[in-house]
């Protein structure tokens, strides 16, 4: 089997530089999922509901942060204001599944994020559960939207 361009790790340490919460960035849009949100809203102490309403938009039927002059919401002082409990996109930037091509890697990853190559060094083991569990949080939307359709009979 050929070698991953991470088998032997890659270090990363977010250096608050905020480029990944301001537009322009790769992804565009910082989509939620329900855990996202439910989570958010607890922290600031509103309703879900109440969250979705202030905060979110839809594109495409898929629910994300609506932006202010184009950064996050959120993004206070170049700093995240709900960092703790920062959406699941943002936590486990930069290694998302699109991004773990060598090329994308080289060429858009690395020369955004000043936190590649810095810091802590994650394993291709460590690399691969964050890159899991973005899969298996997707495949449980998916799994949820199939009940949704199957419920209403569409
Ligand atoms: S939620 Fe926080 S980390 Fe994510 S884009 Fe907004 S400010 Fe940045």
Sequence with gaps: M???FYQDGIRFECQRSSTCCKSG???GYVYLSLEDRR?????LGI???GFTKRYNAKTRKKYHLKQTKHDCPFLKNNHC???KVRPMQCRTWPFWPE??????WRKDVKKECPGVGKGKLYTIDEIKKIL???ILAKRKKLTTLIKTIKKTNI
């Design 39 to 43: 989570q958010i809203a607890n922290h």
């Design 132 to 134: 899991k569990s973005q």
């Design 2 to 4: 050929r070698k991953k």
């Design 47 to 49: 309703s879900t509901i």
């Design 25 to 27: 960035h790769i992804e």
């Design 81 to 83: 204001s709900i960092y």
């Design 99 to 104: 991004n773990m091509k060598k090329y994308t």
